[in-house]
Each structure stands twice: as C-alpha cells, then as structure tokens.
C-alpha cells in the first residue's frame, strides 16, 4: 500500500497548511498591502502545522467525544490567541507585530 493512503489525515494537513501560505504569497503578488518575510512564512508555517498535528493527536488519542471537541477548541483558541499576537499585538508582549 502507497504511503500517501495510510496517512490520509496526515496528508489534508499538510496540503491544508500549504494552501493556507499561498492566500499571503499569491497576495503579494498583486499588492503591497502584503508584506511577508520569509521569517513569517516559517512561523506561520509551524503554527499551522503544530495546530494540526495537536487536533489530530487529539483525535487519535482520546475517546470521549465531549474530551475530543473541548481540547480541539482550545488548541484552536490558543492558535488564534498566539496568531492575533504575532500579527498585531493585542496584548503587548516583544513578540507582538507593527
């Protein structure tokens, strides 16, 4: 059996990450209003992929469906916390963008 068929979950991560960093390259492309280093497309990148790779361990390891959704929903909290950080900087810490 091909590799690519045992991990299916596995593989729509990765694809979905790879997707999701073509939105601001492809948008660069056309605007200025875009400004990505190649710093950020690694940060985002590993954010993205952390987030999906937890939700899937998550779904792999617990059982109680109740478990399941509340430790997907704050691992996706977290994702958009830390992301609104990076980005803007809402709560003010060093790491926080402009």
Known sequence: M??????K???????????????????MQFTEEVTWTSFDFIVMGILLLSTGLLINLVLRKITKTKYRIALSIAIAVAFLIVWAELAVGIFGTPFGGQ
């Open 9 to 27: 979950r596995l593989n729509i991560i990765l694809i979905t990450v790879a997707i999701l960093l073509l939105i601001p390259f492809i948008a």
């Open 2 to 7: 091909n590799i690519f068929m045992k991990n």
